[in-house]
Structure formats: C-alpha cells, structure tokens
C-alpha cells in the first residue's frame, strides 16, 4: 500500500472511530486530525472537508469493491455485499445518514443510476438482437427510466441504515432485485409502446 493511500486509510478509520460516540456534524477536522497522528495541513492535503473524507470512504469502502464488476446476473448479489459492508460498519453507516443524508445520497445516485443505466441499455440492445420494440425508447427517456430506479433503490437503502438495518441484508438484495426486474422491464415496455403507437 502506498503512503499516500496509507494515510487516507488512517484518516478514514479516525473518522470511523469517531463516529461510534459523536455526531458526524459534530465532528471536526482537527478532531479527526489529532485521532489520525496528523496535522490539518496533511488533512487538507489528501481531502479537501470532512465531506470529501466522507464521500472518499463510502467509495472505497462499500462502493467500489462490490458494485465494480456489477451486471445484469450479479447485481443482487453484489448489492447484498454492498449492505453486508454497510451492516459491518453500522455505528458510522446510521450516524453519516442521519446527519448528513443529502451527501450520502448524492454518492448512492451517482453509483446506482449508473448501474441502472447499463441495465436499461443491456435491454435495449437485446430488443435490438430480438427484433422487438423496446430498441424505440429513446436516450433521454432511457435516463429518466434509470434515474427513477436510482432514487427508489437509494430511498429504500437510507431507509434500511436509518431503521437500524433490522432486515438481513440477503432478504433486502432479494426483495430488491424481485421488484426491480419485474417493474424495470415493464416501465420500459409502456414506454415502447406508447413510442411505437406515435408513430
């Protein structure tokens, strides 16, 4: 491991620690500084706030090493690793979303429209190779599909860290990916036909 991402590792698990007993808006860098055998300047060398430090660890920690290698066969089970990360942090998981809720979404956003733009886009190009009318929709509505999808799984995922992740994160992933393929292949669907019968 590098010195430089070394030492991100060790501001990031002060800011871990110090979550389990205070606020995360409570929190200051100074605070995280001192925990982490730092000074501010080397703080702000590698983050710019608190809430990069925060985006940084939500990456690194839970998104990046299970939504990857993300696809159409894997995405629930990916997305159980993803709430089994979350769960194994739980202290500073339900603290960052209760008191910084707009800034953790805007990091899950990004993620799941993603993924959900690849999902949409694997079905387009399937009702290409199958001759059928889902090829018709068109891109901007195609975001507008996968965005609706981002915010529904992201609501519902704030929702299970607020709660106190009392659901087992496999019962969740499945529930997801049951309503998610059943209601993604159907919103596109009505959104081909409406498009084929303007034609």
């Not at 009505?190 to 498009?195: A, D, W």
Request: contains cysteine; charged residues 30%.
């Amino acid at each position: 491991m590098s010195e430089v991402l070394n030492t991100k590792r060790i501001i990031a698990q002060s800011l871990k620690e110090l979550s389990e007993t205070k606020p995360f808006d409570k929190i200051s860098v100074g605070e995280i500084a001192a925990k982490s055998n730092v000074n501010r300047q080397t703080f702000y060398y590698h983050f710019q706030d608190k809430y990069d430090l925060l985006k940084w660890i939500y990456k690194e920690d839970f998104f990046l090493p299970y939504l990857t290698d993300i696809s159409m066969d894997n995405w629930d089970t990916c997305l159980e690793g993803l709430l089994d990360a979350i769960s194994r942090e739980r202290a500073f998981s339900i603290n960052t979303i209760r008191h910084t809720e707009a800034d953790v979404k805007e990091i899950f956003l990004q993620d799941t429209e993603a993924i959900f733009t690849s999902a949409i886009e694997y079905l387009r190009v399937q009702s290409v190779d199958n001759e059928r009318t889902l090829s018709l929709v068109e891109e901007e509505e195609q975001r507008f599909i996968a965005r609706f999808f981002a915010y529904g799984v992201c609501g519902m995922l704030i929702e299970w860290i607020e709660r106190g992740m009392k659901e087992d994160s496999r019962t969740v992933a499945t529930r997801m990916r049951m309503l998610l393929d059943t209601c993604k292949e159907l919103a596109y669907k009505q959104v081909s036909r409406q498009r084929n019968e303007n034609l």
